[in-house]
């Protein structure tokens, strides 16, 4: 019987999925199951997104294009990254992906050698350490402390560069924990990837859902001066414009690294869809109130959410600064986090996830999606608080 590579044993998968999966067999059996593990919008593409899209694909819109992306969609992200950054950029250094997660893969395997080590949070998003070992390199994981707010101390990461740190990345606001890292500490961590010449990935898909105060985008480490030369950017569509399965996203990049992303699309996917650029070129281009209005009913659930919590009985949540996650402490309930996520969701009806699905240093804690309705998320307060009075 053939045998698989090597490597097919060094992707993870992410657990997000596989929690989804389960709670779908449950309500397969007819159980009602409240979802809190994914971590998806439920608010609908916006009309005018999906019109453009809808118009792209009866015009014709559906056969291949460049592999670097359209190249009025790469002008609007350009725009899009001066508007929201304050940093002007080449369109040539846009490349359009098919969802966020490519270019975690791309970086990788653009600048991860064998046995090269790549810093990453601790919990954080499990992709990324998947990429990692999938190139052959050795993720080191950055310990988020509680004390800290889980937000990574420079301190933390300076002790862990060696002379084989090859890459660092960074995601603020924070999967799964919400925390936005100050531009103080950004600044920080610059000047120790410019001391050590290091390449950085920084993950701000969630940069425009941050609550401040004032509402709106986060410290951007892509932003500070000189970062754009040694940073690869990575944003997309799928939290901001709810466009989750429309699988849209794009890298800013150096200019020594375009061509190899390039090459790295059209060895992999050949293009991202015409059409689907088309609804993202609408996203920017046009009115933005659907980003607003969405932040605020975010920002409304989130202190909703967040108070229900710490009402309960040996759970403890403080606010989150951005993203929709929150990040809820429950080591006083004496069970392991994949424990009591399995017995919340067999005996409770409600799916979260395990902190652990993030490192292991999300021991101890829940991640719960507030992409849900606040009456949703009421209930599955309730259900979570009835189990826990019986454990």
């Not at 996203?249 to 690294?257: D, I, N, Q, S």
Request: proline share 8%; aromatic share 6%.
């Amino acid at each position: 019987m053939p045998v698989l590579a090597a490597r097919a044993s060094d992707l993870d998968t992410e657990s997000a999925f596989e929690m989804l999966a389960k709670a779908r067999a449950l309500e397969a059996q007819g159980r009602d199951i409240v979802h809190l593990e994914i971590g998806e919008p439920d608010f609908p593409t916006p009309p005018h997104v999906r019109e453009a899209g809808q118009r792209a694909l009866e015009a014709g819109e559906t056969r291949y294009v460049q592999a670097a992306g359209l190249p009025a969609l790469r002008e609007a992200v350009a725009e899009e990254i001066r508007r929201v950054r304050g940093v002007r950029i080449d369109p040539e250094h846009v490349v359009v992906t098919t969802g966020g997660k490519p270019v975690i893969f791309y970086t990788a395997l653009a600048v991860v050698g064998p046995r090269d080590e790549v810093l990453l949070p601790d919990p954080g998003f499990p992709i990324y350490a998947s990429a990692v070992r999938f190139a052959g390199g050795v993720p080191v994981p950055v310990p988020l402390r509680p004390e800290a707010g889980f937000r990574m101390r420079p301190e933390d990461l300076a002790e862990r560069i060696t002379p084989r740190t090859r890459l660092l990345i960074l995601n603020s606001p924070s999967n799964p924990t919400g925390a936005v890292m100050p531009e103080e500490d950004l600044r920080r961590v610059a000047a120790l990837a410019e001391r050590h010449d290091l390449w950085v990935l920084s993950d701000e898909i969630y940069l425009r859902l941050s609550y401040g105060p004032p509402l709106g985008p986060a410290p951007s480490f892509y932003a500070l001066p000189g970062m754009a030369a040694r940073t690869i950017l990575l944003d997309g569509f799928s939290k901001t414009h709810s466009m989750t399965g429309w699988r849209l996203g794009y890298a800013a990049l150096p200019a020594t690294l375009v061509e190899t992303f390039v090459r790295l699309v059209v060895n992999s996917v050949s293009c991202t869809p015409p059409f689907v650029q088309a609804a993202g070129l609408t996203a920017l281009g046009g009115d933005q109130g659907h980003v607003h209005a969405m932040l605020l009913e975010f920002a409304a659930r989130r202190q909703a959410l967040v108070a229900a919590l710490n009402a309960v009985p040996g759970i403890a949540c403080a606010a989150p600064d951005g993203a929709f996650y929150a990040w809820a402490d429950v080591r006083a309930l004496g069970r392991t986090s994949g424990d009591l996520a399995d017995w919340l969701l067999h005996r409770a009806g409600v799916a979260v996830l395990p902190g652990t699905c993030f490192g292991s240093a999300g021991e101890g804690y829940l991640r719960l999606s507030y992409a849900a309705s606040r009456e949703t998320l009421a209930e599955a307060v309730r259900r979570i608080d009835a189990a826990v009075a019986g454990l």
